[in-house]
């Protein structure tokens, strides 16, 4: 959905302040080329769209903190952005404003091997952390689906998890400390050689503040011991209700596992369509567990966790037999998102958490919501903390399946809330789920969170439109791109 956002310099600041970067830059790292700008419009939400008016290239500390000055000075908002794979319409652009890129801030600054620190700037990949110390046996924890490509700036943004999120934590867990450039364009330390500091916790309130607060240029993140072993298994089961039974038993049995995951059987025929892992095709559901530590006490949990799944029901269990089978059950199920591209022309992607225990009663809810707008559901989540990613397939080319989809999805993001939980667990609020804020938040809690971003940004140039509700924000509709009545009249142009 392409909107107008209210752009605070005007055409004439942006233009003058894209002279300025070219002088100061050069000219082959400013974009205000249409054509180039188009590929910034967007992040992982595609439906959002807006063309910002240039792009800038830093390649440091100093040169980021010398944009941000420049946007501020003018009065021209701007949107940091990483990978552009983000699931909530974080990244999307101003209309009129910057996009500040980072992808060529990838240096790795330091490894302190001896602390099981590195630092390392905002476009390195979560991947390419653990790359860099794999020799050395150590590796960084948070594994988003998407981790081969996303950034580390971007995980701090959102404070992503992933699968092993249920034993490590997120993002926040696994950083120590952060060079910030505050939107008046001044540059900070927040953090230390501890994950925890004495006073105000800035460091944290900054990590998942989803790009509205600052832009973190170097990152100084935890890096942990692989583990002595590593245990893997997938477990088959004739309901969804019999394998969130398993989870809780699981649970209940003191077994914290690195991983529990959840498919039904419309994520497994996506992901056995794309990536042949060998997931059980015609199964309603299946876990995916995974145990690691020292070598006797995951043996030992392991062969507790098998028997769990038995007397729960389980129809079939898979122990990989090599470390290979076990790295394509993983593909397998970190292709998910992509893979539903097998199975549906077009799909909303959801996120939200409810109290592990709601497992059931919310999947039935979703199953009687989605026979209600007559649309299919996909389920692959995060079991283990209740981190739903129900997936709303549908076709935009049948006149009004995009309205239901997109309807259907935000139901069950504030369904997540009225089960105890959240509309978010890892993507963020956004653009997409600015408009549900008010179902978990009261006018004081949503105030409160507003001074601390005019604290950190007075003037509201920072990412803004994100997070908060408003009713410019609120009148749109996500979907395929609508022109704005004004743009169909003719009076504004999209870019």
Known sequence: MTATREVLGGPAATEALAARLRTALGSGRVITDLTRLRTYECDGITGYRVVPALV?????TEEVALVVAACAEAGVPFVARGAGTGLSGGAL????????????????????????????????TNADISKAVAARNLYFAPDPSSQTVCTIGGNIAENSGGAHCLK????????????????????????????????????????????????????????????EAVRTLVADFPSADTAAEAVSRIIAAGIIPAAVEMLDALAIEACEAAVHAGYSLGTAAALVVELDGPEASCAEDFARVEQICRDAGTT?????????????????????????????????????VIPRTRLSEVLDRIRQMAEEADLRVANVFHAGDGNLHPLVLYDAAVPGESERGEHLSTAIAELCV???????????????????????????????????RAAFDPAGVCNPGKIFPTPRLCGERPGRYRPHPLEAAGLIDRG
């Open 56 to 60: 800038v290239l830093p390649e440091s």
């Open 93 to 124: 652009p101003v209309a009129g404003g910057a996009v500040i890129s980072l992808a060529r801030m990838r240096r790795v600054l330091e490894i302190d091997l001896e602390n099981q620190r590195m630092t390392v700037e905002p476009g390195v």
């Open 168 to 227: 490590y934590g997120f993002t926040t867990n696994h950083v120590h400390a952060m060079t910030l450039v505050l939107p008046d364009g001044s540059v900070v330390t927040v953090g230390g050689n501890g994950v925890e500091q004495v006073g105000p916790d800035l460091r944290g309130a900054v990590i998942g503040s989803e790009g509205t607060l600052a832009i973190a240029t170097s990152i100084t993140v935890r890096l942990l011991r692989t583990p």
């Open 316 to 352: 079939h269990i898979r122990v990989p037999g090599s470390p290979a089978e076990r790295t394509l059950i993983w593909k397998g199920r970190k292709a998910a998102f992509a893979a539903m591209g097998r199975i549906s022309p077009d799909y909303y992607v959801q996120d939200g």
């Open 418 to 452: 009225e089960m105890g939980g959240s509309i978010t667990g890892e993507h963020g609020v956004g653009t997409d789920k600015a408009c549900s804020m008010p179902a978990m938040f009261g006018d004081d809690d949503l105030a409160v969170m507003l001074r601390l």
